[in-house]
């Protein structure tokens, strides 16, 4: 059975920096498109961050480019997304998630995505 876990969660400073690690098994991740999204309270699931399955380029929503960066290490199954600078408003429950065949910007819609991992927290507070 396809599976991802999420860790690296935590409390942070607004400035600080996390990074994220989504740990696959039962498929590799560089056949599938591989997205991190998040959930704040009360606010619908979006999407942050993805690379593509067609060709491998990243696509990240506009209020965390030049902020965040997502990149994959295919010999440990893991898509890591870093997060730099960051703000109180990143605060959310963070999903890594993994969709087939999908091509460009479509990894980051949360309704083509097929396996979610468990979720962790990111709180940015001062």
């Known amino acids: 059975q396809l599976q991802l876990v999420e860790s690296g969660g935590g409390l942070v400073q607004p400035g600080g920096s996390l990074r994220l690690s989504c740990a696959a098994s039962?498929?590799?991740?560089?056949?599938?498109?591989i997205g991190w999204f998040r959930q704040a309270p009360g606010k619908e699931r979006e999407g942050v961050s993805c690379?593509?399955?067609?060709?491998?380029?990243?696509y990240y929503e506009d209020s965390v480019k030049g902020r965040f960066t997502i990149s994959r290490d295919n010999s440990k199954n893991t898509v890591y997304l870093q997060m730099n600078s960051l703000k109180p408003e990143d605060t959310a429950v963070y999903y890594c998630?993994?969709?087939?065949?999908?091509?460009?910007?479509?990894?980051?819609?949360?309704?083509?995505?097929?396996?979610w991992g468990q979720g962790t927290l990111v709180t940015v507070s001062s």
């Open positions: 690379i593509s399955s067609s060709d491998g380029s990243t």
């Open positions: 039962g498929f590799t991740p560089d056949d599938y498109a």
């Open positions: 998630a993994a969709g087939e065949s999908l091509r460009g910007a479509s990894c980051l819609r949360v309704i083509f995505l097929e396996v």
